[in-house]
């Protein structure tokens, strides 16, 4: 199963970038999708999540400013990122996870810098 993550780039503190994950219909339909990021010398955390029912769930730092969404007719997961900060610096990786932790999934991660 291929997750594609897409929509990272080079950004002004304060603006906002749309990060999308593109994945097989089978997968966005049933699995709990979520979005980690990396920053280097740190361990990767989850930035927020989003399940099959529409529930979703945020890291602190990022709530009010990050959105995650999904559109199955478009097989796509978003997460609208505003007033994005320095230290949202990192590399966004896709991920889809079983609801019964069978199996899981991971996009090839897309690189979001913050920087003026």
């Known amino acids: 199963v291929q997750l594609q993550a897409s929509g990272g780039g080079l950004v002004q503190p304060g603006g906002s970038l749309r990060l999308s994950c593109t994945a097989p219909?089978?997968?966005?339909?049933?699995?709990?999708m979520g979005w980690y990021r990396q920053a280097p010398g740190k361990q990767r955390e989850l930035v927020a999540g989003?399940?099959?029912?529409?529930?979703?769930n945020y890291e602190d730092s990022v709530k009010g400013r990050f959105t995650i969404s999904r559109d199955n007719a478009k097989n796509t997961v978003y997460l609208q990122m505003n007033s994005l900060k320095p230290e949202d610096t990192a590399v966004y990786y896709c991920?889809?996870?079983?609801?019964?932790?069978?199996?899981?999934?991971w996009g090839q991660g897309t690189l979001v810098t913050v920087s003026s």
């Open positions: 989003i399940r099959s029912e529409g529930s979703t």
């Open positions: 219909g089978s997968i966005l339909s049933t699995y709990a």
């Open positions: 991920n889809a996870v079983h609801p019964m932790g069978l199996s899981e999934f």
